[in-house]
């Protein structure tokens, strides 16, 4: 084995936990263990910390009113119970972590000041699964074939929210005496990831939905226009502008 693949066999260990307990990495006994389950949980921690601060700044902003800093889930014993089956970067895991994050957050009568809180922290979570899972990491990796049939990414999420929060998510991480209030109007936004890991949220119209939520790699465009009762240059604007966000890809063999 080669000194390069050796070293992706520890990084790999160190970033997932169902492999560090697998018998292809414990038989090998390239460490010891007891060290390496104690760094990988170091890096685990400083992993999530950087997303937690920074999917998260909103409602951390709140934690003069709610008394809830979403990092501090990283020391609680529900954050520990993951590690197990925690894979750094995977989205279940971001999944995983997000919910323990929104769950302590929304707790405690201080969140009763803040009425859209729990909008604000789906909005949080669903930006921080999106961004995980794997990506291109080289610009000159060509995209896919746009001329399968269009499916809705992985990781891509449609947000009904009964609060604007747009029109106030500037105003909390700004200086303010009473919690900004966001207006009671609905609106959906759609998150989506770029393959080379940008996150994108934006206003989603009711085309945009439709295409969305029916997209799902079996239908051609064909089929699809008529599923979701648009034109085919309706269909067309809103799978280019989705494509662009990475919100919708073409498969392959259909």
Same mark, same amino acid.
């Given at each position: 084995m080669s000194d390069r693949a050796l070293q992706d066999i520890v990084l790999r260990a160190l970033a997932? =936990?169902?492999f560090r307990a697998s018998r292809e990495w414990q038989q090998r006994a390239l460490a010891d263990p /007891?060290?390496?389950?104690?760094?990988? %949980? @170091? $890096?685990?921690r400083h992993f999530y910390h950087e997303r937690i601060v920074h999917f998260f700044k909103y409602s951390r902003a709140l934690a003069r009113v709610t008394g809830r800093r979403p990092e501090a889930v990283l020391r609680s014993p529900a954050f520990d119970a993951l590690f197990p089956t925690m894979v750094l970067g995977g989205r279940n895991t971001a999944r995983a972590?997000? !919910? #323990?994050?929104? !769950?302590?957050?929304?707790?405690?009568?201080?969140?009763?000041? /803040?009425?859209? $809180?729990k909008e604000l922290l789906r909005y949080e979570s669903a930006m921080m699964i999106a961004e995980a !899972?794997?990506?291109?990491? %080289?610009d000159d990796e060509p995209p896919g074939p746009d001329d399968g049939a269009p499916e809705t990414v992985e990781g891509t999420a449609l947000l009904e929210l009964a609060y604007d929060l747009p029109a106030i998510l500037p105003q909390l991480l700004g200086p303010w005496a009473d919690v900004p209030q966001a207006p009671a109007r609905p609106i959906t936004l759609l998150v989506a990831r770029s393959r080379h890991g940008r996150v994108t949220v934006a206003l989603a119209d009711s085309v945009v939905a439709r295409v969305v939520e029916l997209a799902d790699g079996r239908r051609t465009p064909e089929q699809l226009a008529r599923a979701a009762g648009l =034109?085919? !240059?309706? #269909?067309?604007a809103a799978l280019a502008g989705l494509s662009e966000l990475g919100? /919708?890809? @073409?498969?392959? =063999?259909?």
């Amino acid at each position: 084995m080669s000194d390069r693949a050796l070293q992706d066999i520890v990084l790999r260990a160190l970033a997932d =936990g169902p492999f560090r307990a697998s018998r292809e990495w414990q038989q090998r006994a390239l460490a010891d263990p /007891v060290r390496v389950e104690r760094f990988a %949980r @170091f $890096l685990a921690r400083h992993f999530y910390h950087e997303r937690i601060v920074h999917f998260f700044k909103y409602s951390r902003a709140l934690a003069r009113v709610t008394g809830r800093r979403p990092e501090a889930v990283l020391r609680s014993p529900a954050f520990d119970a993951l590690f197990p089956t925690m894979v750094l970067g995977g989205r279940n895991t971001a999944r995983a972590v997000a !919910g #323990l994050v929104a !769950g302590d957050v929304v707790h405690g009568a201080a969140a009763a000041r /803040v009425p859209y $809180l729990k909008e604000l922290l789906r909005y949080e979570s669903a930006m921080m699964i999106a961004e995980a !899972g794997p990506r291109v990491w %080289r610009d000159d990796e060509p995209p896919g074939p746009d001329d399968g049939a269009p499916e809705t990414v992985e990781g891509t999420a449609l947000l009904e929210l009964a609060y604007d929060l747009p029109a106030i998510l500037p105003q909390l991480l700004g200086p303010w005496a009473d919690v900004p209030q966001a207006p009671a109007r609905p609106i959906t936004l759609l998150v989506a990831r770029s393959r080379h890991g940008r996150v994108t949220v934006a206003l989603a119209d009711s085309v945009v939905a439709r295409v969305v939520e029916l997209a799902d790699g079996r239908r051609t465009p064909e089929q699809l226009a008529r599923a979701a009762g648009l =034109g085919p !240059g309706e #269909l067309e604007a809103a799978l280019a502008g989705l494509s662009e966000l990475g919100a /919708v890809r @073409f498969a392959t =063999g259909s």
